[in-house]
Nanobody, 118 residues
Framework: QVQLVESGGGLVQPGGSLRLSCAAS????????MGWYHQAPGNQREVVAT???????NYTESVKGRFTISRDNPKNTVYLQMNSLKPEDTAVYYC????????????WGQGTQVTVSS
């Protein structure tokens, strides 16, 4: 059974930082492209950042220079370090695991709320 469990969300003031974690089980973690997505109320789910099995990263334009995605393969965990947070970063953040060899193997976590407000 595949499980992606996110943690680390919460309420933070503008300019603050949070670190999200996603612990994966039931998959060959090191082979998967891992990603973080967010979804604000009334909006579609959008990609925030991805990291391939070789460590190549990509970021959506709005978070470049502020967010950093990383992975720890021995711990089956992917992280999203979020700095200089803005109110517009407020959303539910979802962890995603996607197998580059089989598009059917695409999994989601339950999401964690991030609220940026003073």
């Amino acid at each position: 059974q595949v499980q992606l469990v996110e943690s680390g969300g919460g309420l933070v003031q503008p300019g603050g930082s949070l670190r999200l974690s996603c612990a994966a089980s039931g998959i060959a973690f090191s082979s998967y492209t891992m990603g973080w997505y967010h979804q604000a109320p009334g909006n579609q789910r959008e990609v925030v950042a991805t990291i391939t099995r070789s460590g190549n990263t990509n970021y959506t334009e709005s978070v470049k220079g502020r967010f950093t995605i990383s992975r720890d393969n021995p711990k089956n965990t992917v992280y999203l370090q979020m700095n200089s947070l803005k109110p517009e970063d407020t959303a539910v953040y979802y962890c995603n695991a996607r197998c580059p060899f089989n598009s059917r193997w695409n999994y989601w976590g339950q999401g964690t709320q991030v609220t940026v407000s003073s």
